[in-house]
């Protein structure tokens, strides 16, 4: 795993005032900007309103975040984003964040292991490992076996 991105649940600006005494299960009476099937969100969010037992208002589906970010903003709905992202456009004025984080996403980079000796597959991780900063990223050795990058 390379990293673990935070989810939070994310409004409108002027939205703000009424929802900051909202339930988690109030925001479902609320329009939503949803995702795909495909986009990890989905199940973050389809397990949120499952655990509440309720079903929000889909106004619009979208993958992208950045069309989420300019949607929330523009006043279309609620939606998930990565924290990171969330707290940014807040700093900025853009959004709100509500409550807590929501949940999380491992961040991980699978490949073949029959490609495990591939020169380009071997940049690559030894690339991600630095902009990572990770010490126990794994890259395959040239017997075979696994080799700490470090």
């Known amino acids: 795993m390379l990293d673990q991105i935070g989810l939070v649940i994310v409004a409108p600006i002027a939205w703000q005032d009424r929802l900051e005494s909202s339930s988690l299960a109030d925001l479902a009476t609320y329009p939503w900007i949803w995702t795909s099937q495909q986009c990890p969100y989905f199940a973050v969010a389809q397990r949120l309103f499952k655990n509440m037992d309720c079903e929000p208002i889909k106004a619009v589906i979208t993958d992208q975040e950045a069309a ?56 690559i991780l030894g690339s991600i490992a630095k902009a990572w900063q990770q010490k126990d990223l794994w890259i395959p050795s040239e017997m075979g076996e696994a080799e700490e990058i470090v």
């Open 68 to 123: 989420i970010r300019h949607m929330v903003a523009g006043g279309v709905g609620l939606s998930i984003m990565c924290e990171e992202e969330a707290r940014s456009a807040m700093e900025e004025g853009q959004l709100y964040v509500f409550g807590s984080r929501i949940g999380t996403l491992d961040l991980s980079l699978l490949y073949l292991k029959k490609r495990d000796q591939d020169p380009l597959v071997k940049a």
